[in-house]
């Protein structure tokens, strides 16, 4: 069933005759509801300020088939056509689709051996169709869909469509991640939020369509591209579990760029409430990675080979794979007798005339550099007159996807450069660039391919563009092709590629030449060279990348990603989940079963029938926020630890990493406080005392082999700071650029390292800090050595309190909770080890925040108050 707070969440238009049909009332498979779930006059503001709270996965699976896939793109991989007599729709598979063609991916992708259960894995298709279908037809186009095709369509409006697609999609994200920022009305689209509710809104459409079909606990729902960027945040607060992949396929921009767009913050954590995100390049990964950094104060770790951020308690895996081609769909497209026809026509009219081809193949549209090409060639022929009368350039031009007076720009300057270049440099019987500006059929351009000599992409910027791809295993070719080139069965292949560095398969072509496609020189002195290169290295460059490209197909790319994603779920049955947040800022928390919330009740009910107490606090993030700029304890905070230690059955200390100097003035009114400074090397049990040490004395001199190295790296990162104690030394970088401190922080602890591998110390990196000092010392010293001294008095304690919030707090949470039945604690102790921060982490129990901890210390002052204290 389908909780109150999801519809009432993400449900936020209050047009009930728009609204999607209760969950309840809909039939799963094989019906499919077709009400579009609008939502009308969509307000931001309603819905981030509506609170909510979440619900766990409750859907029955027993019902439906394991190992099933939802993908869940734009658009379905079908293609429509109206029928003879206009009555009905006729529907096919789209070929070209790369929904459809992972799905041979997604079939081996399957732990099982089998070859016949392989076949069973089942794959839904969630999204639009290109054509607009008649309210009254779309019951029964559903209906087909879902028997013939397993396809669950989503239908738009026209008017929801239009500012969704042209509008949000097209104008403001499109050029944003192609980094285009919105300087003047003229160039990018300026964030419009009435566009930005059809988005929002669509994407909810989506998720009410997926939920008709989804069986939480056994599917996996894999989403595509940046149309559905919010989408895994609607799945994610209906299905707190829910096995959730997402790719984008175009780029994803600097932190600079995206940080300039007004929902930048809904748009990453819709990302992240994913399991897994995709992305073709580390550059679009590293990116995003910096964006999650600098927005929201996440850090990433490479574990194994895997990247993962830590998002409240979830791994978030980050996956970098370019997509490939479908490599069965491509070589029989080459064995059709109409490419082996076509490839005839083209050597009559172009290598049999002593031509040489160059081939762009490039939507019109801006980010594609079509007119730069041009000026490329025209470049070529002004430098190197040799190859006038027998170079063209065909430049076959797909329609644009999107729409608007940029797109009509970049038609008339294409034209116009081509008409100057013709009308220089052409000839009777000869025409430098031929441009082709009508949809081709898929062979007639892969004949294309075969018969150009050189391949040329010189995009500006493009997620991946797998042109490269085609054009490599189109020559390729095979024994029919090699008799219409004149090639016998002996010859090698080549081919020859000039590539923009600034497109995703860049990377993976280490044979192609590449280019800065504003460098109109050199990209003209790279056609040169392709042009000109020997054979044999052309051979050479063709079969490293035929190699790469036949063995990375789009089904090696479907089956990876698949893996990973079911690598990152695995434990997602054994961790306890619930939803915070309001709106599109929802996210979920997810912990180990047994680590739960202190309770105030349990603990003052413990803390009233024990006799023998030990309390132990760190200071920073714990008593006092981390954020908080002046660190010194409030007078509220010194009377409360006043009245705990006035209790004579309390031990309470302060175990904090600042120095004896800095602790001993800012707690010199409270006479019975035990302090433990710099991680508890320095010890006193009261005020009067003077200070042990818990391990023997250390020799600092290496401080003077430490302290010049930080030196170095404070000049150079701006920010830094040095913090001298007595036995230690802290880097810190709280207050620098957050990625570059991050990198001086990693070259710093190798540095270090190196440095002083033959001194006493350790050298260890913490949030925002490296940290020297000397070697065994920790806070988990202070929790041995008070249980220790306990015990030799006889008085076992009976009650434990360890409060902390950072990884240096560990060492006291595992010290406490080992000695747990124990001959250093009573056989009947209460302990009871809290972290600060819903986190992994030692400890059982955790507080949200450092207030919530000086209500709960006020809590049981307030108990000693009350209580006589035992004799």
Same mark, same amino acid.
């Given at each position: ?82 029928? /003879?007599? =206009?009555?009905?729709?006729? +529907?096919? %598979?789209?070929? $070209?689709?790369?929904?459809?063609? *992972?799905?041979?991916? @997604? ?105 008709? /079909?989804? =069986?939480?606990?056994?599917? +996996?729902? %894999?989403?595509? $591209?940046?149309?559905?960027?919010? *989408?895994?945040?609607? @799945? ?636």
């Amino acid at each position: 069933m389908v909780s109150r707070s999801y519809t009432n969440l993400f449900e936020v238009a209050r047009d009930e005759s728009q609204l999607s049909p209760s969950f309840n009332n809909r039939r799963r498979i094989p019906r499919i509801m077709t009400v579009a779930g609008i939502i009308s006059n969509l307000e931001v503001e309603e819905y981030d300020n509506i609170s909510e709270a979440s619900v766990f996965s409750d859907t029955s699976t027993n019902n439906m088939p394991r190992d099933r896939t939802i993908i869940v793109a734009n658009q379905l991989p079908i293609r429509a056509s109206r029928k /003879v007599d =206009n009555k009905g729709w006729v +529907f096919t %598979w789209d070929e $070209d689709s790369l929904s459809l063609q *992972l799905k041979d991916g @997604l079939l081996s992708s399957t732990s099982s051996s089998s070859s016949e259960d392989r076949d069973e894995v089942e794959v839904i298709y969630v999204g639009c169709l290109r054509e607009e279908i008649h309210p009254s037809e779309q019951d029964e186009v559903s209906q087909i869909l879902l028997d013939s095709f397993k396809c669950v369509p989503t239908f738009l409006p026209p008017d929801l469509f239009t500012k969704f697609y042209h509008g949000f999609c097209k104008q403001q994200l499109w050029p944003l991640f192609h980094y285009m920022l919105p300087l003047s009305p003229d160039f990018g689209g300026r964030f419009d939020r009435s566009l930005w509710q059809a988005y929002v809104s669509v994407n909810k459409i989506f998720a009410d369509k997926i939920l008709e /079909v989804i =069986n939480p606990e056994d599917d +996996f729902v %894999w989403v595509h $591209d940046y149309h559905l960027m919010v *989408l895994p945040t609607f @799945l994610r607060k209906r299905f707190n579990r829910v096995r959730l992949g997402f790719f984008l396929h175009s780029p994803f921009p600097s932190s600079e760029i995206y940080r300039t767009f007004p929902v930048r913050e809904e748009l990453i954590r819709g990302l992240l409430n994913s399991d897994l995100v995709g992305f073709h390049t580390f550059d679009y990964a590293r990116h995003f990675l910096s964006c999650c950094s600098r927005m929201l104060g996440l850090t990433y770790e490479s574990k194994r080979g895997y990247i993962g951020l830590e998002y409240y308690g979830r791994t978030v895996s980050i996956k970098i794979l370019p997509v490939g081609i479908h490599m069965g769909q491509l070589q029989s497209v080459l064995s059709l007798p109409e490419t082996e026809a076509k490839v005839g026509e083209l050597m009559k009219q172009f290598s049999d005339q002593g031509k040489i081809m160059l081939l762009g193949v490039d939507d019109m549209d801006i980010f594609k550099g079509i007119s730069l090409k041009l000026l490329a060639m025209e470049q070529l022929l002004l430098q190197h007159p040799d190859w006038r009368g027998k170079v063209v350039l065909v430049q076959i031009a797909n329609p644009a996807r999107g729409r608007g007076k940029d797109v009509k720009e970049v038609k008339n300057e294409t034209y116009s450069t081509m008409k100057r270049i013709n009308n220089t440099f052409g000839r009777p019987g000869y025409q430098p660039v031929v441009l082709i500006d009508q949809p081709l059929q898929f062979y007639e351009r892969i004949a294309y391919y075969v018969v150009a000599e050189c391949c040329l992409v010189t995009a500006v910027r493009d997620g991946m563009n797998l042109i490269p791809y085609e054009y490599i295993i189109s020559r390729q070719g095979n024994e029919k092709l090699d008799k219409v080139l004149h090639l016998s069965a002996s010859t090698p292949k080549k081919s020859m590629l000039v590539v923009s560095e600034f497109i995703g398969c860049s990377p993976s072509l280490s044979g192609a030449i590449r280019v800065n496609p504003w460098n109109i020189d050199s990209v003209a002195e790279a056609m040169d060279c392709a042009l000109g290169m020997a054979e044999a290295e052309k051979q050479l460059r063709h079969e490293k990348h035929y190699r790469y490209v036949s063995t990375h197909d789009v089904g090696y790319w479907a089956h990876s990603f698949l893996q990973d994603l079911e690598r990152t779920c695995r434990d997602h049955a054994r961790r306890r989940t619930w939803g915070i947040g309001f709106g599109l800022g929802f996210r979920v928390v997810a912990l180990d079963p047994n680590f739960t919330k202190l309770s105030t009740e349990n603990l003052v009910s413990a803390y009233k029938r024990t006799k023998h107490r030990a309390i132990l606090l760190d200071y920073d993030g714990t008593l006092m926020p981390q954020a908080s700029l002046d660190k010194s304890p409030s007078s509220k905070t010194i009377e409360i630890l006043n009245e705990l230690c006035r209790d004579e059955n309390n031990v309470v200390f302060i175990v904090s990493a600042k120095s004896r100097k800095t602790l001993s003035e800012w707690f010199s009114s409270c006479d019975k406080l035990a302090i433990a400074a710099e991680h508890g090397y320095f010890l006193r049990l009261k005020r009067d005392a003077e200070y042990e040490t818990c391990v023997p004395v250390a020799d600092c001199s290496w401080k003077q082999v430490a302290e010049p190295v930080m030196k170095l790296y404070t000049e150079t990162t701006d920010g830094s700071t040095i913090e001298d104690k007595e036995t230690s030394l802290v880097w810190s970088y709280e207050d620098a650029d957050p990625d570059f401190g991050y990198c001086q922080a990693k070259e710093l602890l190798d540095h270090l390292e190196s440095v002083l591998a033959n001194d006493p110390v350790s050298v260890k990196g913490a949030k925002n800090v490296v940290e020297v000092k000397p070697q065994g010392v920790n806070k988990g010293l202070v929790a041995n050595r008070l249980l220790k001294t306990m015990q030799e008095r006889e008085m076992l304690l009976d009650f434990v309190l360890c409060i902390g919030d950072d990884r240096s707090d560990e060492d006291m949470f595992e010290v406490i909770t080992s000695s747990v039945g124990g001959p250093a604690l009573s056989p009947t102790a209460e302990v009871f080890a809290c972290t600060v921060g819903r986190k992994p982490s030692k400890a059982k129990y955790y507080l949200d925040d450092a207030g919530e901890v000086v209500r709960l210390m006020e809590g049981l002052a307030s108990v000693s108050e009350q209580v006589p204290t035992f004799s």
